[in-house]
């Protein structure tokens, strides 16, 4: 699970919503413990802040209902990112104070404030610097753990590439569909029902009009997560088997899900068809870089649910 590096976080939109958390608030959250992660711990300040950069990056209406809902789905990613962090030190992957500026300087600049002022600017807005510095922290050091540990089991032979570009041939004339979807992992079967109810509540918030990219960046478990969830261009058969047969009946522009498959749920997004044609056949180069991701992707997963698997978690809301 590569998570967005806050991709679509809409500082420029806070103006439009209520300043910060009340102070008595605030103090109250820091002393509260939201969630124990084998021996760190989770506060209620930490937990509150991002959920208003949840809220503020999808765009959704800041309401107490909407911060209960949207809560719940936070922690979650909370509790993975410091497993994330705890393995990487524990496989001695560093990440350097420059690396995570970096990344804040990209932020600053996107919204038109100088890196120096971009803490104030953002604690005007109810958010905190050092949280969201901390979850791109954790991004980075999954990236490179993945990196290191996966990328060399990720295998993709002459024999893989041919076969793709064989169904392809044999699709000629059949729809190939523009895909955008949101992943919401299962880690864990006592978090089916959690996560089934969490993927609804996302699909409510897409039909009443939030934007299907801000939602996927903020909340999608897939690499896709970074691009919006625009997983591209697919052809039958490449995705899998449940979340092909969705988008058989789909109507362009057309919200399917939650729908059920290997290792979570879908939410999926039809965005264009056409049919397959000589010139949109894939490019043998293209098709060994996705065949490339998609198994990084499903290693980073499984190792994902390991940790979650052996971790002890407590959560305490």
Request: charged share 25%.
């Amino acid at each position: 699970m590569l998570r967005a590096l806050l991709m679509a976080f809409a500082i420029a939109t806070a103006a439009a919503m209520p300043a910060a958390l009340p102070a008595p608030a605030l103090a109250q959250d820091a002393l509260r413990i939201a969630a124990v992660v084998n021996d760190e711990v989770i506060t209620g300040l930490d937990l509150a802040v991002r959920t208003r950069m949840a809220i503020l990056s999808a765009q959704l209406p800041d309401t107490s209902e909407m911060r209960n809902r949207v809560a719940r789905q936070v922690l979650r990613a909370m509790i993975d990112e410091r497993l994330m962090l705890q393995e990487a030190a524990r496989q001695s992957v560093t990440v350097q104070q420059s690396e995570v500026d970096a990344e804040l300087s990209k932020l600053a600049e996107r919204n038109g404030v100088p890196l120096d002022q971009f803490g104030s600017y953002l604690a005007q807005n109810g958010v905190l610097l050092e949280p969201l510095a901390e979850q791109i922290r954790a991004t980075i050091a999954w990236s490179k753990l993945v990196n290191r540990q996966l990328r060399p089991q990720a295998v993709v032979t002459e024999e893989d590439v041919d076969e793709v570009l064989r169904q392809a041939e044999t699709n000629r004339g059949q729809p190939q569909r523009r895909v955008s979807e949101i992943f919401l992992a299962v880690g864990q079967a006592g978090e089916e029902e959690e996560i089934r109810r969490g993927a609804e509540r996302l699909i409510e918030q897409i039909r009443g009009g939030i934007p299907f990219t801000a939602v996927a960046a903020q909340f999608s478990d897939s690499a896709t997560a970074a691009v919006g969830g625009d997983v591209g261009w697919v052809l039958p058969g490449q995705l899998p088997p449940e979340v092909d047969e969705a988008l058989q009946s789909m109507q362009d522009g057309q919200i399917a899900g939650p729908i059920r498959a290997a290792g979570g749920y879908y939410i999926l997004q039809l965005r264009g068809q056409r049919s397959i044609t000589a010139d949109a056949q894939p490019d043998r180069e293209e098709v060994r870089r996705v065949l490339l991701n998609q198994q990084l992707e499903l290693l980073a997963r499984r190792y994902m649910r390991d940790l979650r698997r052996d971790a002890f978690v407590e959560i305490r809301v």
